[in-house]
C-alpha cells in the first residue's frame, strides 16, 4: 500500500477497534472490509495486486466464513461496530454509512427495485435481523430494533421497533386429543 493509503488504512482500523476489541473475529472482518475500501479506487500496480489479495480475503473470511457480504465500494464512517463479526451482514454496494455505526448480525441494507439504496446517518443503531431497504435515510442517532423492516425514513434520535408479540389460538383441528 502506498504511505497515504496504508496510513488511512490503520487510521481506520484504529477507530473501529475499541468497538471491536472484543471480538477477534469482528476485529478481523472490520480490518479486511477496511482494506477494500481503501484500496477500492487507487490507481497504480501495488493497489491493484493488494486488491487481489484483499479479494482472496474477503472470498475466504467474509464471505464464506463470516457469511456476510461488504462491500468495497460502500462508503463507511470512522467507528464501525461490528458485534458478531457482521455474521450474516450484507450491504448494498453504493449504501452510504455514517460514523460511529453499529451492524448487528443479520442486517440487511439494501433496494426495492431500481431504488436507490439507504444512507445511514452518524451514530445509528441497527439491531439483529433488521433490514433498511430503498431511498430510506436513517437520521443521526436514531436506533433501528431487531428485525425491524425499514422502508421509510426514520428522524433523527428515532427509534423504530417491531410491534408486541401476540400468541394466536391453534386452530381446533390442530388441539391435541384431551387437551
Known amino acids: 500500500m502506498s504511505a497515504s493509503a496504508w496510513k488511512q488504512w490503520l487510521e481506520l482500523v484504529r477507530s473501529d477497534y475499541p468497538l471491536n476489541r472484543s471480538s477477534r473475529e469482528s476485529v478481523l472482518t472490520s480490518a479486511v ?30 464471505r464464506n466464513v463470516i457469511g456476510a457480504e461488504l462491500p468495497r465500494s460502500v462508503v ?5 461496530t461490528l458485534p458478531h463479526a457482521a455474521r450474516g451482514v ?7 454509512i ?7 448480525h443479520r442486517v440487511t441494507i439494501g ?5 436507490r439504496p439507504p444512507h445511514i446517518g452518524d451514530g445509528v ?7 433498511v431497504l430503498g431511498p430510506v435515510d436513517l437520521g443521526a442517532g436514531c436506533k433501528v430494533g ?19 408479540v401476540r400468541v394466536l ?6 388441539v391435541p386429543a384431551g387437551s
Open 33 to 62: 472490509w477496511r482494506m477494500g475500501q481503501v484500496l477500492h479506487d487507487r490507481p497504480g500496480a501495488a493497489p491493484f495486486l493488494l486488491r487481489r489479495v484483499h479479494g482472496v480475503l474477503d472470498q475466504v473470511w467474509v
Open 76 to 80: 463507511v464512517g470512522p467507528g464501525l
Open 90 to 96: 450484507i450491504v448494498h454496494p453504493d449504501a452510504r
Open 98 to 104: 455514517g460514523a460511529s455505526v453499529t451492524l448487528h
Open 111 to 115: 433496494v426495492r427495485n431500481t431504488e
Open 125 to 131: 443503531y441497527v439491531g439483529s435481523g433488521a433490514s
Open 146 to 164: 431487531a428485525n425491524a423492516v425499514v422502508v421509510k425514513d426514520v428522524p433523527a434520535g428515532a427509534t423504530v421497533v417491531v410491534g408486541p
Open 169 to 174: 389460538p391453534a386452530p381446533a383441528a390442530d
